[in-house]
């Protein structure tokens, strides 16, 4: 069963306007999420993490638990932000905890 | 500071053939991942392992077999190649805890003819 669901295979903007990238998660327990980029011709990267509560690169996202969601939110998208987007759920595994992805979400800023 | 490498950018291989990925991390994680990422499918996980000589099948571990006999070197070994194992190979480390982020490699892109 698929824990972590990203609607959007691929998401279009023009520079300025805002963006929000869906998450919706499934998990019983006290969730813990993340959001990983993949910039092009770039390694996969952390870009930010619930508990952390931060704005990165002018990105947030705020874990709503009564919607299980944890959307990712800029107000206002550059040409540099386009990149391939990663929600992921980390979950308890023999003592340690592993990373469950969604599909990903490609967003394209067009200029 | 290159944190995790993988052995090859681009592998072309023949059908049938052994192959081996080898990915090593210098940060002294505990846990290592292998991943599949396919347009469309996003990141699957073949096997983690969290400790020395332990391993953990993942999603999709059919057609692989894993190797990690030191802690800082993870490898994935395609038993005999086949065409629908063309994919970018990912892999990863962590520490154990639920806040610590993965740091991957840069991709290892298998084409099996």
């Known amino acids: 069963a698929q824990r972590v669901t990203q609607p959007e295979k691929l998401l279009s903007v023009f520079k300025g306007a805002p963006v929000e990238l869906k998450c919706n998660y499934s998990?019983?327990?006290?969730?813990?999420l993340f959001w990983y980029v993949q910039y092009s011709r770039q390694r996969l990267q952390l870009l930010l993490r619930?508990?952390s509560r931060e704005s990165i690169k002018g990105f947030t996202a705020d874990l709503n638990k009564g919607e299980t969601s944890f959307h990712l939110k800029k107000p206002f998208a550059q040409e540099e932000d386009s990149a391939m987007y990663y929600c992921?759920?980390?979950?308890?595994?023999?003592?340690?905890?592993?990373?469950?992805f969604g599909r990903g979400t490609s967003l394209i800023v067009h200029p | 500071d290159v944190k995790v490498t993988q052995s090859s950018r681009y592998l072309v291989k023949r059908t049938g053939e052994k192959v081996f990925l080898e990915c090593v991390q210098d940060?002294?994680?505990?846990?290592m991942f292998w991943y599949r990422q396919d347009p469309g499918l996003g990141l699957r996980l073949i096997y983690f392992?969290?400790?020395?000589?332990?391993?953990e099948k993942g999603d999709i571990p059919e057609g692989y077999s894993v190797s990690r006999e030191k802690k800082e070197r993870f490898s994935l070994i395609l038993e005999s190649a086949s065409t629908n194992q063309t994919s970018m190979y990912l892999c990863?480390?962590?520490?154990?805890?639920?806040?610590?982020?993965?740091?991957f490699g840069p991709g290892t892109r298998l084409t099996v003819l």
């Open positions: 990863a480390s962590s520490g154990t805890s639920v806040y610590n982020e993965q740091f």
């Open positions: 998990y019983s327990g006290s969730p813990e």
């Open positions: 619930h508990i």
């Open positions: 992921a759920l980390a979950l308890p595994s023999g003592g340690s905890y592993i990373p469950t």
């Open positions: 940060m002294d994680h505990e846990n």
């Open positions: 392992s969290y400790d020395v000589k332990m391993k």
